[in-house]
């Protein structure tokens, strides 16, 4: 039975001497944004998601030994190990912010289903100026959020675990990991109305996620993957302008969200505590307030932890404060 992918944050000097059958992709938060490419044969997504100052991260995707394949779809790059696919894409500065992204969304469902990774369980999404106003008047994320929802309307695949947070540049860009064989099971929070629920003041289109993804083996204990995660109760906005208790909530609602009574509640045995997670990602609105969350993120999670901390926009323009992670 082959795990689901383990991760892990590197420099970028130790991904570079990283052996090349390990890895099945990357990601490269750098100052620098643009399409995906190839680096030491595997698919390598540049993001800008560090500031002047602040250390490069790469995150790493590995393979469990199989041997991997590669190639390119549509301006997506993909490789996989007849068990798991990494794929990335880029959407790039568009006019047409919803379209765009429906067309590589589209894209994405058709590589997945001609290769037969049907059961994709976790998407992230970087979009540069997230609550700017686009050409039409209307918030980028809001208009990516349409695109992406048509795309899912279209193909009738389900909402899987996701992340659609700011980046400092470089338009649109996305990644995503699909299975083969084990089964995906999407997860709600009881402390927070379903994403794709949301109430129209937050746009002509909700949201497409679940609020974490539980990837299931036909025996065994499987992984939780954790949405980008904030301090959402209901559908508001909680601790406004307070960082300290945004962060606490948002803590709150993913121990509420892993833990076993909500699992029970999916049909999964057993529970996590926040201590379990690991490749934790803190995105932080505010560079003056990073010390605050770290403080909080270091009461609560495991030292033994890959975390990694960006400084960037949240999807709302009241939320100071977002946190993603998984269960291995």
């Known amino acids: 039975m082959i795990a689901t992918p383990p991760c892990a944050f590197r420099t970028a000097e130790d991904f570079a001497g990283l052996a090349g059958d390990t890895v099945l992709g990357a990601v490269h938060y750098s100052a620098q944004a ?16 560090v500031r002047p100052g602040e250390p490069e991260v790469v995150e790493v995707w590995h393979t ?72 039409f008047g209307t918030e ?14 279209e193909r009738g695949h389900a909402m899987p675990a996701s992340t659609g947070i700011g980046a400092l540049g470089g338009g649109i860009a996305f990644y995503f990991l699909a299975h083969r064989s084990h089964r995906a099971v999407h997860l709600e929070n009881p402390l927070q109305v379903p994403a794709h629920e949301y109430p129209a003041q937050y746009g002509p289109r909700s949201p497409s996620f679940a609020r974490a993804t539980y990837l299931a083996p036909e025996g065994g204990r499987g992984s939780l993957y954790v949405s980008g995660t904030a301090s959402i109760l209901d559908h508001a906005t909680v601790g406004v302008g307070d960082v300290a208790r945004q962060t606490q909530v948002t803590l709150a609602n993913i121990a509420a969200l892993i833990g076993a009574e909500n ?25 003056e307030d990073v010390p605050t969350v770290l403080r909080l993120c270091r009461d609560e999670f495991s030292r033994r932890a890959d975390l990694a901390v ?14 993603e992670g998984m269960v291995p």
Request: glycine share 10%.
């Open 310 to 323: 960006f400084t960037v926009d949240v999807c709302r323009p009241d939320l100071l404060v977002e946190i």
């Open 64 to 135: 469990e030994g199989r041997p991997v394949r590669v190639g390119e779809h549509r301006g997506l790059l993909y490789a996989h190990d007849d068990e798991v696919l990494f794929c990335a894409g880029w959407i790039g500065p568009s006019v047409d912010c919803g379209e765009a992204t429906r067309r590589a969304y589209l894209a994405a469902f058709d590589l997945v289903e001609r290769l037969g990774y049907r059961n994709v369980f976790r998407m992230w999404n970087m979009l540069d100026g997230i609550t700017d106003l686009d050409a």
């Open 263 to 287: 699992l029970a509640r999916h049909g999964i045995e057993g529970g996590n505590a926040l201590h379990d997670l690991r490749a934790i990602k803190v995105y932080v609105k505010r560079p």
């Open 140 to 153: 980028v994320y809001r208009d990516f959020c349409v695109g992406r929802g048509r795309a899912f309307d």
């Open 34 to 49: 643009g399409p995906p490419r190839w680096e030491h044969g595997r698919p390598v997504l540049p993001l800008h998601m």
